[in-house]
């Protein structure tokens, strides 16, 4: 069985590899696709050229390959258009599995970011491929900068209120990916992935408190106040709306859900918050 990972250079796809191997699957079997094969020159596996914009190289990736696994891509606004050149190549070579990493509940969710996930489930479904949906919540890496903030401010500020998180380290959903690629039975199977703990952003400052060793409030801000926020630091109005809209998704409890599908799939809970925090430092 060879199977391929896109985006094997970025955060996930590299853990997905090192997910892969641990789990015995011979490095000779697994492609890691990117745009940049230099890049690769470190997973200890074979690195393909793989550019979302480059149809040929896509279908050259593909070719001859049993499963595949599509890590969403980053440029918001031209991942459907990116993943469908990766769908449309494994119909066509084939393909007998295919993973894909969504976003909760994609299809009815009013998080900013579903929309582009939601319309690349109907594309895998319309190809007819078998697959598996992956619905990962919000990695804590994600918080990366905020830590870093509040380790200098002693403040964490955002639009979120009283909304939950149940965000897991990506190594939790690298190995659901994994296991998923290579295991039986997956096919057709729709998981919404997220961390043991759904948290608040009170919680969330209070695990930052015991990484940085300092005290760190949460201040709530409403979504004009978060704008003024974002415009002052220097984000453009794009960015800056696009950040409050996805706060206000998150007081809404668009990220709220967890219900023990993902520490069932990798055997083990997921990675505790203040642990996926102490991490980053």
């Known amino acids: 069985m060879t199977i391929l990972v896109t985006g094997s250079t970025g955060h996930l796809g590299r853990l997905i590899i090192d997910a892969l191997l641990a789990r015995g699957v011979d490095a000779q079997t697994i492609r890691a696709g990117a745009r940049d094969v230099a890049k690769g020159a470190d997973l200890g596996v074979p690195v393909v050229h793989l550019d979302y914009t480059d149809p040929e190289s896509v279908a050259a990736a593909v070719d001859g390959v049993d499963t595949v696994v599509l890590v969403s891509g980053s440029e918001v606004g031209q991942r459907v258009a990116q993943h469908k050149a990766v769908i449309d190549a494994a119909k066509d070579a084939g393909v007998s599995k295919l993973v894909y990493t969504s976003a909760p509940k994609a299809t009815t969710s009013s998080l900013v970011l ?3 996930h939601k ?159 102490r991490a980053l430092r």
């Open 119 to 277: 319309a690349t489930e109907e594309l895998i479904a319309a190809a007819g491929i078998p697959a598996v949906i992956l619905r990962n919540n919000w990695y804590t890496e994600n918080y990366a900068a905020d830590l870093a903030r509040a380790a200098e401010t002693g403040v964490l500020s955002s639009g979120t209120g009283d909304g939950r998180v149940a965000s897991a380290s990506r190594r939790d959903f690298a190995e659901a990916a994994a296991v998923v690629a290579t295991e039986d039975g997956h096919e057709g199977a729709v998981y919404e992935l997220g961390g043991d703990v759904a948290w608040t952003y009170s919680e969330l400052a209070a695990a930052m408190s015991e990484v940085t060793g300092r005290d760190v409030s949460f201040v709530p801000l409403s979504a004009d106040e978060q704008l003024a926020a974002l415009r002052a630091a220097g984000l453009d109005e794009g960015t800056a709306g696009f950040v409050v809209a996805l706060d206000s998704g998150i007081r809404d409890g668009a990220l709220a859900d967890t219900d023990g599908t993902l520490r069932r799939l990798i055997g083990r809970p997921t990675t505790p918050l203040v642990d996926g925090l």
């Open 114 to 116: 579903a929309p582009e």
